[in-house]
């Protein structure tokens, strides 16, 4: 999964983009979707499936379980669920890639099973936290050994009886939400968890949506272990957090207008699109409707001109994954932006609150890291040459800002972008982004 090769971006500066263009399927819920229908009774059909290296980790780790899957193709992956308990051991250790949603799902998941197992890596993801999951699953008395530092490789013992726990959240994390939820599905009792603030509810709504009982109010959800889940067909949405790169590079480049279409606009993802309002952009969500239990839309966007703003806190969660792109936003607005609270961008795929600020810092625009976010004053772009770090959607914000670059931004270390936004390249290329590879 981790590749030696150094793959470049080459951009050239200027441009705009135009078209319509669809994005590849929502991360977070092609994960759901290969874990849940692999626990329910009956086939599974899942359309517009993120044929992306972090959801195809998760599919190759559950067919290691002893799950048949079918596909990906076009989109579409058949799985024959093996109901609850009939997940088998697999042979070896099941290798994660840099999807930390894989790892911390699935220790919830396996926290439940007869068997042992073993959760292992690349070096990113090998080197974030998980304390965060194995502190409540022991709780729930689950046994898994982490290293010293509270990282992977996480070993997993089988045969343990779990009971449901009431779990208050330090962070506002789905990805702990998620795995306790799944842990709960083979506790004893009922397993309840609180949020400090809204996050993606997706497995919440899947759950629901396969007929597994969750209730959720006031930000807590809860479940009883102990039930079973239907077979259904889910249709993925495209993925906003892709659709992020696109919304910023349409906003920041002069005589843009781009349609984003089918993309999906669950209330607790849309943090991205009232930021950029805030900043000013001009965005319309057409032609709202639903699919599988989440909302989607098309979005309009058409370039704009931004200015600086302070970030609401509350905002943060609903737009974690976007900061990348939304610093490029910061970066060429009129004036300051501010954020705050969002500490947790430190423990992503990358630092995202360093690596982006050297990065911009790279290219002339003055940013101030901080403890818990960042400070951008919005001015000119220069050319030059920024380093991912591996990480993906740093590549992706970095390759935008060449749209407003005085001379062409090389960007080190891309291949990860794989890992969510397959076929990126010719998709930005396509909408007018002057970008190629080496
Ligand atoms: C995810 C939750 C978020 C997000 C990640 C995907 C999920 O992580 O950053 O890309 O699918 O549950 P946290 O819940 O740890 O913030």
Known sequence: MTTSTNLVFHVHPGGRLHGRLRVPGDKSISHRSIM??????G???VGGFLEGEDALATLKAFRALGVTIEGPGDGRVRIEGVGLHGLKAPAGPLDLGNSGTSMRLLAGLLAG??????LVGDRS???RPMRRV????AQMGARIDTTEAGTAPLRIHGGQR??????RMPVASAQVKSCLLLAGLYAEGRTCVHEPAPTRDHTERMLAGMGYPVDVSGGTACLSGGGSLRATRIEVPADISSAAFFLVGASIAPGSELLLEHVGINPTRTGVLDILERMGADIEVLNPRETGGEPVADLRVRAAPLRGIEIPPELVPLAIDEFPALFVAAACAEGTTVLTGA???RVKESDRIQVMADGLQALGVEAHPTADGMVIHGGPIAGGRVHSHGDHRIAMAFAMAALRASGPVDIDDCANVNTSFPGFVDLAARAGLGVTVS
Do not use: W
């Open 36 to 41: 849940l229908g692999s626990l329910a009774e």
């Open 43 to 45: 086939v599974t059909e």
């Open 113 to 118: 099973q007869a068997f042992d197992s073993e």
């Open 125 to 127: 993801l090998m080197s």
């Open 134 to 137: 194995t502190g409540p699953l």
């Open 162 to 167: 779990l009971r449901g726990i009431d779990y």
């Open 343 to 345: 500490e947790e961008l």
